[in-house]
């Protein structure tokens, strides 16, 4: 009877499950954390398999920056994605599970703050009118366009933004407001950033903000607002280019990946990450993100190569660093 | 009391079949309503994802290129995974449900593993996975495996088949009971020729709607850690692996994966609008493996019932 043999291979599934089968994990590598960074990781990871014919795995998940080190720190993972530097605690659990990391920025992200293609009235923001948006004082208080700046239409404002888990919450609350996470509650939040882009692109009075990626794929839909940067000058919309050259401050981010220095000793993570910084270029500007320079990859390939523990960050997040700024920083470590 | 004459009769006879025809309108309008949702949405994927339903959809990996992505290894995923579910849930479940139906006394404890039963399948689903992420993935040491994602979505719908288990059991005329031992029979003996045979379409109903509700769980499978990035399949038993060795029977057991919701997930929340295909698509594919089960469920029911004679 059926009912009989389906007991018996359960039995024998316990069976293996108990006494250990574990050895088909050989030449996987294996990557986690920040879902920004994850379509460079895996557009690298698809075609390193392809190259190698697929004798070397990859598996890379998503479980954002803060998971991904948390696994990272446990000795779970070879690489991790991260969309912020490594914090202290971070650091501090690494260096309790006794897990070295050698940091490799690997592209810029502009987060981008969009509006209704038909929005006629805003040409460019400040950060200053910005916060005034968003800031935790303006819950329940600032309501209307012309409230934030008089020249502006007597119209309700509806905020789209990330949800307060994400990396970009993170960056967006300290870029704008100053401090980390502190933002005003009463507005559409989403993980899932089309949400967003659907929001923003069905209502005349919407703003939002997130990855510059999202804004390439939808541009019919949307329009990118230029900010006008803290130290004055020209508003300033986000591009390659003002990335590149430093000009869109404050909400250019770089993005990393963190590679354990002991899976640095398997060939296979090392022929990874070689690939990695080979192909980042080229693979980064198809996922729509702002590549490095090229010194900054073999920059990167470098420190592995010499074996540079640590990160240049100090535990600190740091708001509108350029890349010319991130490059000698990594320069002189 | 005054008599009715015929007009009045018939009008309160009238009155009484109009109430009858509204309830039956607003039975169908009810059905229909659900009818039409499904419907609907199954009309949307269909539409959405039609360009993707191709042989190289089901045999591609995933890509960064929409038109180049597959769910290969997302339904291969699936599948093992709820082969492990059955596998552990079914046996359990059953003689867990055959147990405290035919064996175990009436008192406080079996009254409380009763509640207990009820109110774990309320448990949302996410609770089940932060459990097992403590069991089975670190204290057993399966890893983010088939097996882990396989006993977690087993300890989910385990209660789900105690219970139709237990009812299934209980539908059955305490006459075949008493005839089984008045001839003799054993109490084992009773369950396993005639307990067991005349509830398995109850048992299979149960099992069936357990199963279709764990093939689509996201949450618990994402918290004990399923890839969303793999481009490679579980090693098939015997084959050849990477390093020259041979995979043994049971090492698909213990492999990294990823299944249809967390695939469908991941392409709905990416930045290019060409992913909505696939991940309709997807959609569809995984409504057609809800609905073939549920078809064999219902074949394998129609066939056993037929074969009960009372």
């Avoid at chain 1, 060939?267 to 192909?279: A, C, D, G």
């Avoid at chain 2, 360009?51 to 291969?76: C, K, P, Y």
């Avoid at chain 2, 009254?111 to 204290?139: K, R, T």
Wanted: charged share 20%; hydrophobic share 50%; with cysteine.
């Amino acid at each position: 009877m059926f009912k009989h043999s389906k007991l018996v291979s359960a039995l024998a599934v316990a069976g293996v499950a108990l006494f250990g089968a574990q050895a088909a994990q050989a030449q996987i590598v294996k990557i986690d954390g920040s879902s920004t960074v994850y379509p460079i990781t895996e557009a690298v990871a698809e075609e390193f398999q392809k190259a190698k014919k697929n004798a070397i795995k990859v598996t890379v998940g998503i479980s954002g920056t803060g998971g991904g080190f948390k696994k990272f720190c446990r000795d779970e993972t070879d690489l991790s994605n991260a969309s912020r530097p490594i914090t202290k605690k971070e650091m501090e659990d690494c260096k309790a599970a006794g897990v070295e990391y050698i940091e490799m920025p690997v592209a810029f992200d502009a987060l981008t703050v969009v509006i209704n293609p038909k929005n006629t009235f805003l040409k460019e923001a400040t950060v200053a009118e910005l916060k005034a948006l968003w800031e935790p004082a303006a819950q329940g208080k600032v309501m209307k366009w012309n409230q934030v700046n008089p020249a502006w239409p007597d119209a309700p404002v509806k905020l789209f933004g990330a949800g307060a888990d994400s990396g970009t919450f993170e960056y967006f609350t300290e870029a704008i407001v100053g401090k980390a996470k502190s933002s005003r509650g009463d507005y559409t939040a989403s993980e899932d950033d089309n949400v967003l882009v659907q929001g923003v692109s069905r209502d005349v009075n919407a703003i939002g903000y997130f990855g510059y990626a999202y804004y390439a794929e939808n541009m019919n839909k949307l329009k990118a607002l230029p900010i006008v940067p803290p130290k004055g000058g020209a508003a300033v919309a986000p591009s390659e280019q003002a990335v590149i050259k430093g000009t869109y401050q404050p909400l250019s981010r770089p993005i990393f990946v963190y590679v354990k220095a002991k899976s640095l000793q398997k060939p296979e993570v090392k022929e990874f990450v070689e690939f990695y910084m080979k192909n980042a270029a080229k693979l980064t500007k198809e996922v729509k993100y702002v590549p490095l320079p090229d010194n900054a990859y073999t920059g990167n390939l470098e420190h592995v190569k010499k074996n540079k523990i640590g990160t240049v960050f100090g535990g600190q997040n740091e708001v509108g660093i350029t890349i010319e700024e991130l490059m000698k920083r990594e320069a002189k470590m | 009391m005054q008599a009715l004459t015929t007009e009045q009769i018939r009008a309160v006879i009238a009155r009484g079949k109009l109430r009858d025809n509204i309830f039956k309108a607003m039975g169908i309008f009810c059905l229909a309503l659900a009818l039409i949702v499904i419907v609907a949405l199954v009309a949307d994927m269909v539409m959405k994802g039609s360009e993707r339903f191709t042989l190289d959809f089901f045999l591609n990996f995933a890509s960064r290129r929409a038109t180049q992505a597959g769910i290969l290894s997302a339904w291969v995923g699936s599948l093992l995974v709820m082969l492990v579910t059955a596998l552990a849930a079914v046996p359990l479940g059953v003689a867990a449900g055959l147990y405290l139906e035919e064996y175990a006394k009436r008192n406080w404890l079996t009254n409380v593993i009763e509640i207990n039963i009820s109110n774990l399948a309320a448990v949302p689903s996410i609770v089940y996975g932060l459990l097992a992420l403590g069991i089975f993935v670190y204290q057993f040491g399966f890893g983010q495996s088939i097996m882990s994602a396989g006993l977690t979505l087993a300890l989910l719908i385990l209660p789900i088949i105690i219970v139709s288990t237990r009812e299934a059991i209980r539908a059955i005329p305490a006459m075949i009971r008493e005839g089984s031992m008045a001839v003799g029979a054993t109490r084992w003996q009773t369950c396993r020729y005639h307990i067991v045979p005349y509830a398995m379409p109850g048992i299979l109903t149960g099992v069936i709607i357990g199963l279709a509700r764990a093939i689509g769980e996201t949450a618990p499978i994402i918290t004990i850690g399923a890839l969303t990035f793999i481009a490679f399949l579980p090693p098939a038993p015997f084959t050849t692996l990477g390093d020259g060795s041979t995979a043994g029977l049971f090492d698909w057991v213990f492999a990294p994966f990823t299944v249809m919701p967390i695939q469908i997930f991941n392409w709905t929340s990416r930045p290019d609008p060409a992913f909505e295909v696939n991940a309709a698509a997807a959609g569809f594919v995984l409504m057609a493996m809800v609905l073939s089960m549920n078809a064999v469920a219902i074949w394998l029911r129609y066939k056993m019932r037929k074969n009960i004679k009372w």
